[in-house]
């Protein structure tokens, strides 16, 4: 490691990456007005754009006050899990809770959360990017007349109007297969969902200790 003479540099390399709380308006990314899928799309700036300024600054004024100003004091996401947990609103759709187990295989990871469905007509989540992996699935565990249980890849996961669908262990989930990197708690995904092929949710869900939710099947990886 580098020594240097600034006192703030040394604190920021090794230190737990910290995330930006959900509810702070200038981190909450909205990506479509409700009613007015037909309309023409605006030009985006890449999210990878849009997001880094301001998460950077967050997470380096988190670094500063967890890392440098108290070494005992708990970082956001073990201070309060669930506020630190991947949110965003697309239209009448609410992503909630969105987080990661640590995987247990390093190749393989799932992703949870919680969407809510505001509107009268019915919703599905129909496609999903992460920069965690170019190879992300929607699946559904499955239980067989027989008993076996399994997992198969599903082309939407439905939302119904004024419900909701929660994505757990042992039913609808996201897969993250093939993992460039392994994932460690403290690190992040951006997620990218897409609803009905015309609504985005983009957010950021934290890779959290298997033991902060419930905890995904031993053989969980083993399936693709
Ligand atoms: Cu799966």
Redesign the pocket.
């Known amino acids: 490691m580098r020594v240097l003479n600034d006192p703030h540099v040394p604190c920021v390399p090794d230190a737990p990456r910290a995330w930006p709380a959900p509810q702070a308006p200038s981190v909450r990314q909205v990506s479509r007005v409700p009613d007015t899928p037909q309309a023409p799309r605006t030009p985006r700036v890449p999210r990878a754009l849009r997001s880094v300024g301001v998460s950077a600054a967050l997470a380096a004024a988190l670094l500063f006050a967890t890392a440098c100003g108290a070494a005992e004091a708990p970082t956001a996401a073990e201070a309060s899990p669930e506020a630190s947990r991947g949110h965003a609103v697309a239209g009448d759709l609410e992503v909630s809770g969105a987080w990661v187990p640590e995987p247990a295989n390093p190749e393989v990871a799932?992703l949870y959360l919680e969407v809510a469905n505001a509107a009268a007509r019915d919703a599905a989540i129909t496609g999903v990017s992460t920069d965690a992996s170019p190879d992300a699935?929607l699946?559904?565990?499955e239980t067989t007349d027989s008993g076996a249980s399994g997992?198969?890849?599903v082309e939407e996961i439905p939302v119904a109007a004024g419900g909701a669908t929660a994505l757990v262990d042992g039913g609808y989930?996201?897969?993250l297969n093939d993992l460039p990197e392994p994932l460690e708690v403290g690190d992040g995904v951006e997620v990218t969902l897409t609803f009905d092929g015309d609504r985005e949710a983009v957010f950021t869900a934290p890779v959290e200790p298997m033991t902060a939710g419930s905890a995904p099947e031993a053989d969980?990886g083993g399936?693709?």
Request: net charge neutral; glycine share 0%; aromatic share 0%.
């Open positions: 799932v699935d699946c559904s565990t997992m198969r890849v989930h996201i897969m969980h399936h693709h």
